[in-house]
């Protein structure tokens, strides 16, 4: 909570709410003024399930970068706000990071 009270998301700068469970990796763009998600991208979803890129690794992490970027860059999305919840900015979420700034996003 110390770190999302800080972070609020709009439809123009949606915020980047990236969750890392023991297997999995989550990431959704959150518009908080409307309260929806604007898309998001995980290791269970239907395109990654069953592969390689369903494990949670760098690796995925930048396919799933990649995803969210694009889905970002299809609904004219600019810039984001990095959340990162009580995870640190090191591993996986600064491969998933720097793959979304390859892609275009500003943050």
Known sequence: ?????????SSNKPRLCV????????AQ???????KTIGAASTVSKAMRGSETSKKNKETA????????AIAKDNNINEIVF????FKYHG??????????????AF
């Open 1 to 9: 909570m110390r770190v999302r009270r800080k972070l609020k998301g």
């Open 19 to 26: 969750i890392k469970s023991n297997k999995h990796i989550y």
């Open 29 to 35: 763009l959150i518009d908080d003024v409307n309260g």
């Open 62 to 69: 930048k396919k799933l970068g990649e995803q969210i970027a």
């Open 83 to 86: 959340d990162r919840g009580p």
């Open 92 to 105: 996986i979420l600064a491969e998933l990071a720097n793959a979304v700034r390859e892609k275009g996003l």
